[in-house]
């Protein structure tokens, strides 16, 4: 399996403000180069959370080159293998802000998720890349570097095709999967959309992402009357964190919300009825009340 596994850090919360960024090839399974740059967001400030997460600071970059230089580089490094990520929404949309940020053109790079690969696949209580590394036996003692969160990925990604003995191409037709395009179409399953109602539709704003909310990354779903938010408005602002609205109950389900004018009702909606057979056969679905859900806004 050839691909190259690609991670990002960014200065504050706009995802265009890359200033690092780390790639690492495979062919055949196997590591067959490294690249690594710091990178000058040209950004009016870094904020201290994100400092804090990766320990890059603004005199770190200061002499450093800009998107367009590094991603001179970086397109040669890539050549036309697929990219992969560990929850590529964050990774691809960074890129794709930082292209449009400087007016570049956005190469149509394919690219998939180990992430979502993880939670296809695998029963975990975390599927965050220190826990899917630590599950295979890989090194995550540096987390947050841009180039070992990229080794990381790469190697996860790995284990999963070698362990189900497939292919990219065999698990999407397998998991029912489309390969996504850098500023195009993501990485998803081909019939989510057409199963989606008017009314579910959400906007994605990269820039309002929450990395650090206990609710980013999460696949949430919601039944039954919700009393203290619009259904809409709920589904937008999970989407807004960086968490993935479901109309319906799947295996991927980290949360379930119950509308409270439910709560007072004797009747379990169908979605409960499933989430805790699920839980009964070993998922990890939390299953949580209108009122909780609003306190973890």
């Known amino acids: 399996m050839n691909y190259v596994a690609v991670d990002l850090e960014t200065a504050n919360g706009s995802r265009s403000s890359i200033c690092s960024i780390g790639l690492v090839k495979f062919k055949d399974g196997e590591i067959i180069d490294e690249y690594y740059s710091l990178v000058n967001p040209e950004v009016e400030y870094f904020a201290r959370m994100n400092i804090n997460i990766h320990g890059i600071m603004e005199a770190d970059v200061v002499d450093q080159p800009n998107f367009p230089q590094v991603m001179k580089e970086v397109e040669d490094f890539i050549e036309n293998y697929p990219l992969v990520a560990h929850f590529s929404q964050f990774d691809m949309h960074a890129l794709e802000d930082a292209y449009k940020k400087y007016g570049m053109e956005i190469p149509p790079f394919k690219y998939f998720c180990s992430f979502r690969l993880s939670k296809q696949l695998y029963k975990m209580s975390s599927y965050r890349l220190p826990a899917m590394s630590a599950?295979?036996?890989?090194?995550?003692?540096?987390?947050?570097?841009?180039?070992?969160?990229?080794?990381?990925?790469?190697?996860?990604?790995?284990?999963?095709?070698?362990?189900?003995?497939?292919?990219?191409?065999?698990?999407?037709?397998?998991?029912?999967?489309?390969?996504?395009?850098?500023?195009?179409?993501?990485?998803?399953?081909?019939?989510?959309?057409?199963?989606?109602?008017?009314?579910?539709?959400?906007?994605?704003?990269?820039?309002?992402?929450?990395?650090?909310?206990?609710?980013?990354?999460?696949?949430?779903?919601?039944?039954?009357?919700?009393?203290?938010?619009?259904?809409?408005?709920?589904?937008?602002?999970?989407?807004?964190?960086?968490?993935?609205?479901?109309?319906?109950?799947?295996?991927?389900?980290?949360?379930?919300?119950?509308?409270?004018?439910?709560?007072?009702?004797?009747?379990?909606?169908?979605?409960?009825?499933?989430?805790?057979?699920?839980?009964?056969?070993?998922?990890?679905?939390?299953?949580?009340?209108?009122?909780?859900?609003?306190?973890l806004l």
């Not at 919601?222 to 619009?230: D, E, P, V, W, Y």
């Open 135 to 295: 599950y295979f036996g890989i090194d995550n003692s540096n987390h947050h570097n841009a180039l070992a969160d990229a080794r990381m990925s790469g190697l996860i990604a790995h284990h999963i095709f070698e362990q189900h003995g497939m292919d990219l191409d065999a698990f999407n037709e397998k998991h029912n999967y489309d390969i996504g395009t850098l500023g195009g179409r993501g990485f998803r399953k081909k019939d989510s959309r057409s199963r989606r109602s008017k009314t579910d539709e959400v906007s994605v704003d990269k820039t309002k992402f929450k990395p650090d909310h206990r609710l980013y990354g999460k696949y949430v779903c919601f039944t039954g009357a919700l009393s203290q938010i619009k259904r809409a408005a709920a589904a937008q602002s999970v989407t807004d964190i960086g968490a993935v609205y479901e109309k319906s109950i799947s295996r991927h389900t980290d949360y379930l919300v119950v509308g409270d004018k439910t709560q007072r009702g004797t009747k379990q909606s169908n979605k409960t009825k499933q989430a805790l057979e699920m839980i009964s056969n070993g998922h990890n679905i939390r299953i949580i009340s209108e009122g909780e859900f609003m306190e």
